[in-house]
């Protein structure tokens, strides 16, 4: 019976043990315990690594890339914002929202692949100063959750089936928590570069 | 069972984004309350749209 069940609900079971192996980590402190250990690699990140040393020295490279990492978080934001506003049925409505989803998470795979490459650029030139900032982590759980959720949840159930045969508080749900994750992403960005 | 309207992905995908966002929602309340905290010791009380530079 457990096994039947684990085969038809493996998203539920998955997502299940994803929330409690993140409950058990906070409760046993083992956040807090790798913390410490991971301050060598930012500096190695920022005073021994190539791209470090390449963002420390080279303002005008550091620039352009970073220019590179904004320009990915626009094509991030634009393809988020059409795919959910049209599944929140605010634009867009002649056009079947399966083609929007489909076309535009084509343009999120590349926007997410540059923006992560570039993002670790950016990182690199100032990682021991980001290593001691809350929101510089609050940003990567946003973007592993954003990612996590956008990959296994939201695309997999928008790809199963025509839109009409899914509960529309069900899509605007998915819409809601989408714009509201990449919008955190987008502002603890931003808020790392203002501190 | 995959035929029914709540299926496995259905569940998962009504459940995660419960949990999403009511963990933003925690954080960004969060944030608005150490700001105003932040705000009404810098300048004895908070209101909106005070700007702390016009006396």
Redesign the interface.
């Known amino acids: 019976m457990l096994s039947n069940f684990l085969s038809n609900y493996r998203s539920v079971t998955s997502l299940a043990f994803i929330v409690l192996a993140a409950v058990l980590v906070e409760f046993f402190e083992v956040r807090a315990s790798i913390y410490p250990s991971l301050l060598p690699f930012f500096e190695w990140l920022k005073y021994s690594s190539w791209i470090g040393y390449l963002g420390i020295t080279y303002g005008s490279v550091y620039a352009t890339v970073q220019a590179g990492h904004l320009i990915a978080m626009a094509i991030i934001g634009g393809t988020v914002l059409v795919t959910d506003l049209r599944l929140l049925g605010v634009l867009l409505k002649d056009i079947p929202s399966e083609s929007i989803t489909k076309g535009t998470h084509q343009c999120f795979k590349y926007g997410l692949s540059v923006a992560i490459a570039t993002g670790i650029f950016c990182a690199a030139g100032v990682a021991d100063k980001v290593y001691y900032m809350p929101v510089f982590w609050i940003k990567m759980l946003a973007l592993l959750a954003g990612s996590g959720f956008m990959f296994f949840i939201k695309q997999p159930l928008l790809n199963s089936r025509p839109h009409s045969e899914i509960g529309p508080w069900t899509l605007r749900l998915l819409a809601v928590a989408s714009i509201f994750i990449w919008f955190t992403v987008a502002a603890t960005g931003r808020w790392i570069g203002f501190s | 069972?995959?035929n029914s309207?709540w299926d496995?992905?259905?569940?998962?995908?009504?459940?995660?984004?419960?949990?999403?966002?009511g963990a933003?929602l925690y954080?960004?309340a969060g944030e608005v309350q150490s700001t105003v905290e932040l705000l009404e010791l810098a300048y004895g009380s908070f209101k909106f749209f005070n700007n702390p530079m016009i006396f």
């Open positions: 069972m995959n309207k496995d992905r259905t569940i998962a995908a009504a459940s995660s984004s419960v949990i999403i966002l933003l954080y960004w």
